[in-house]
């Protein structure tokens, strides 16, 4: 399946997240805060990231912009995860760049239909 980075800050939501798309099938790479994460979407180079928009360093909004900025990452697909589920955060989040969005908690069927769908758009080029 493919390589996905969690990018979160929360142990319990990462461990919970990554576990049960392991057993989907998917490769899972993690980064604790947005400064982390737009380094591993560099050197990890994965087909699919998990971006919570509420992280240490940098915020999930800024680490989204550089990772859609930069040449080598900008065709990686990008789902914003955030508890704040506010009027606007859906576009808040496709204009930094996040190809798709999704509330927490999450809904692991929701959330694997995006990613399988995002998926499907990359490879298809």
């Known amino acids: 399946m493919a390589k996905i980075l969690l990018v979160e800050d929360n142990e319990m939501n990462r461990d919970m997240l990554s576990r049960r798309l392991v057993r989907k099938g998917h490769e899972v790479v993690m980064a604790t805060d947005g400064r982390q994460g737009v380094a591993m979407a560099g050197s990890e180079r994965p087909d699919l990231i998990l971006m919570d928009m509420s992280l240490p360093v940098i915020d999930g909004w800024e680490a989204t912009r550089q990772v859609k900025a930069a040449e080598a990452t900008r065709a990686i697909p990008v789902i914003a995860l955030t508890a704040h589920a506010m009027a606007g955060d859906r576009e808040k989040a496709l204009e930094a760049g996040c190809d ?16 399988a769908a995002l998926l499907a758009r990359a490879a298809a080029g």
């Open 100 to 115: 798709d969005y999704d509330t927490k908690p999450v809904d692991i069927n929701r959330l694997l239909d995006k990613i």
